[in-house]
């Protein structure tokens, strides 16, 4: 089973306590010019927003190619920016949520935070009531966060596995292996393949299918011998 974890670092932990808010005026000036990358949890949650599977919201509102980065509008607004603001604010990505901070992870689970510069125009306004850790409270971002986490364990340990492989043959991964590898993000179609392999319901909630998923990606790093594929 791959490590997962039911809460977020601690909330007390010192970076957190940091002085810090943030008042939101929705001039929506920060939704410009942003490359937005997405998990597949965070891909799930806009897909179930949009009513869609999330093979169908990477092939109508990700780059191409990229199967993980929004779209952007031809005047560079997010995608997904309407004329009063956000249209998919209750599930925003965590990047959105922890604006303007920008959060930083180690793979052993160091955390700090950055304060982005914001839009020279921004009717935005930076305070020291509070601290860090309940402005990431009051933006409802623990889900996003425990996922976040979960991805980048995984990745880190992809990462260690495929290095290994790639020093030891001297070869970059072929084009279909890469396109495997994008196709093993797509959590929809991954839990949908497994359970009808395995002749399993699906679950319904989002948490419960994203911890299906992740095993489903530590299953093929570590098949064939602890070997990844």
Avoid at 113 to 140: L, M, V
Wanted: aromatic share 8%; net charge negative.
């Amino acid at each position: 089973m791959p490590p997962f974890r039911d809460q977020p670092a601690e909330l007390d932990s010192p970076p957190r306590l940091e002085a810090f808010g943030y008042i939101c005026r929705r001039c929506s000036r920060c939704c410009h010019h942003k490359d937005i990358q997405v998990n597949p949890y965070e891909i799930a949650r806009l897909a179930r927003q949009r009513g869609q599977t999330t093979t169908e919201f990477r092939a109508a509102w990700t780059r191409e190619g990229s199967g993980a980065m929004l779209k952007q509008t031809e005047a560079g607004a997010c995608v997904f920016l309407g004329e009063n603001g956000c249209t998919v604010h209750a599930d925003r990505p965590l990047v959105c949520r922890l604006y303007p901070l920008g959060r930083h992870v180690l793979s052993d689970g160091t955390e700090w935070f950055s304060h982005i510069e914001p839009h020279p125009q921004s009717a935005g306004e930076r305070t020291k009531r509070g601290t860090i850790a309940e402005y990431i409270d009051k933006q409802e971002a623990a889900p996003f966060l425990i996922a976040a986490d979960a991805y980048f364990s995984w990745l880190c340990a992809a990462s260690d596995c495929l290095g290994g492989e790639r020093v030891a043959t001297g070869s970059e991964p072929a084009p279909e292996d890469a396109q495997s590898a994008s196709d093993l993000m797509d959590l929809d179609a991954a839990v949908a393949d497994h359970c009808r392999a395995t002749g399993t319901i699906e679950p319904d909630d989002l948490e419960s299918r994203m911890r299906l998923h992740l095993t489903l990606l530590y299953e093929k790093i570590f098949q064939r011998d602890g070997r990844a594929l």
